[in-house]
């Protein structure tokens, strides 16, 4: 992963009156200064709540979570922050997932924390039919460029990192906190009316299919002369990953 | 949003980062220096030469410096326009010189058509697997012989080495390649040097296809740092100067004035 998620966090803290006032007192700054989005003092004051009780600092509360529908709810980069920070995962990857053409497919994210292990998928198929891809309609009627359309590949990745992260640690994240939307529609878990999971599947790992890594342009120099790349290529150094993907086959890479 | 890169925005890139991210995502105001001005009005004035031969080309020089000098941000120090616009005077009108631009034949393109014309300033566009944008360029001239050449001026003579060592030169033979443009394997600097006695280097060089690999390797690493937003400061870079650098005093020159 790229994104630092090294942030420090304290658990288990108590809302006294003090703390309380505290944020009260923050709020107003934190909203006025227009630099932490926020759109009322009583909005940031929810959300430092929220980083207080996850055991977030203030800054980072807002950095990590995000008022959706309503709510104060963390972001996935947030829970992997409070996962990373905590040190309980015996096994975490992210794997890009692609096509046998070598075309990003989607992303996929292994956590594992004791016995408890699991695999999570989110393709770009699974955001188009939850209407994520369409952007936020505007004034105008159009719909916006969103992320969804500017950073694919970084959104696929952070909705498999959450999806992860709520069935493999639930109690760090605070439960139902990742603001992933019915995660119930990708079959990855089962959500009672509540929005409590209630039933959480250790999902076997060899139940998943296995995506092979299309072969990069190092690595067929380590096992190809340039010329002979070139030569599959019809003399031309591959320009896409399409090419590189025709020259390992037919090279037998 | 980066739509595109160049040789010259890579090249920055790899001499600091952070001078990277300040003009091309921040897009910090630069100033543009006399030499690179001057280089510029010459290498048109040069490129206007051998596409026109029976052009004087000293009034070519006449219309390319103030041409050069348009809506440029020119951060003169202790010089003056007038000065250099001399110097190329001083340039173009050694006889040595002159023979040499003579000499210089471009590949004609479009032969025996409407749109015959010499191999100047051609756009060339590379494509490098797991990089988002097109890196996009303009090769000064093609050569008779199909040897793609790049003008350039200097104040000092240029080495064998340092010409051999440029990527400038892989990357327009990767981009020609790609074009399915039959390349000779060789590249051409045309050196004018600016010493007391103006002088002209051709350096030319042949590149092996692993060296284009090389090249690949290296824009690959430059789109992931950009992509993972990775832009560490260079201060053991040349550029790493009030001289070289547009954001020394907004960089490190904050800490160094204290």
């Not at chain 1, 509540?194 to 299919?209: D, L, Q, T």
């Not at chain 2, 010499?118 to 996009?136: C, D, F, M, N, T």
């Not at chain 2, 290296?218 to 870079?237: T, Y």
Request: proline fraction near 6%; glycine fraction near 6%; charged fraction near 25%.
């Amino acid at each position: 992963m790229t994104e630092s998620t090294s942030i420090v966090t304290t658990r288990n803290k108590e809302l006294t009156p003090s703390v309380w006032d505290m944020l009260k007192e923050i709020a107003p700054v934190m909203h006025v200064s227009r630099l932490f989005g926020v759109s009322s003092p009583e909005q940031a004051t929810a959300i430092m709540l929220k980083g207080y009780e996850l055991g977030l600092g203030v800054t980072s509360s807002f950095e990590f979570i995000h008022v959706i529908e309503g709510k104060p709810s963390l972001s996935p980069r947030g829970a992997l922050a409070l996962i990373q920070s905590q040190g309980l995962l015996d096994g975490f990857k992210v794997t890009d997932l692609r096509d046998e053409k070598g075309n990003y497919i989607g992303a996929q994210c292994y956590m594992k924390r004791g016995d408890t292990e699991y695999t999570a998928q989110f393709t770009l198929e699974d955001a188009k039919r939850a209407n994520l891809t369409e952007g936020s309609p505007t004034s105008s009627g159009k719909r916006g460029y969103g992320n969804w359309e500017k950073y694919p590949e970084r959104m696929c990745t952070w909705r498999a990192i959450g999806f992860a992260a709520d069935v493999v640690c639930p109690d760090i994240t605070g439960g139902l906190t990742t603001y992933l939307k019915m995660p119930e529609a990708f079959d990855t878990v089962t959500v009672d009316a509540e929005g409590n999971f209630e039933k959480v599947v250790s999902a076997p790992v060899a139940a998943i299919p296995e995506f092979v890594t299309p072969p990069s342009l190092t690595d067929l120099l380590d096992k190809y002369k340039p010329e002979q790349i070139m030569e599959a290529n019809g003399g031309k150094i591959p320009a896409t990953i399409e090419e590189v993907n025709a020259v390992a086959a037919k090279l037998g890479a | 949003m980066i739509d595109h890169l160049s040789y010259s925005s890579i090249s920055l890139f790899l001499d600091c980062p952070e001078a990277w991210r300040r003009k091309y995502i921040a897009q910090e105001p630069v100033r543009t220096s006399p030499p690179l001005v001057f280089g510029s009005a010459f290498h048109n004035c040069v490129e206007d030469k051998i596409a026109n031969p029976e052009k004087d080309i000293l009034s070519i020089w006449g219309d390319c410096w103030p041409a050069a000098l348009e809506g440029q941000d020119v951060y003169w120090g202790a010089d003056t326009p007038e000065q250099h616009f001399n110097e190329g005077v001083r340039i173009l009108s050694n006889k040595a010189v002159l023979d040499e631009i003579t000499k210089i034949k471009p590949l004609k393109l479009d032969v025996g058509t409407d749109t015959e014309r010499p191999a100047i300033e051609q756009k060339v566009e590379l494509r490098v697997p797991k990089v988002g944008v097109p890196i996009i360029g303009y090769i000064d001239v093609i050569l008779e012989d199909g040897t793609p050449a790049d003008f350039k001026t200097s104040k000092a003579s240029w080495s064998d080495s340092k010409a051999s060592e440029q990527l400038q030169s892989l990357f327009y033979i990767a981009a020609l390649n790609q074009m399915e443009v039959p390349v000779n394997w060789k590249f051409a600097h045309l050196i004018f040097v600016k010493t007391k006695e103006p002088k002209f280097q051709r350096l030319e060089h042949r590149h092996k296809p692993a060296e284009l690999f090389f090249l690949f390797r290296v824009i690959e690493q430059v789109w992931d740092a950009i992509e993972k937003q990775s832009f560490p400061l260079h201060p053991g870079s040349w550029r790493c100067s009030p001289n070289f650098c547009d954001f020394y005093q907004a960089c490190k020159g904050q800490y160094m004035n204290e």
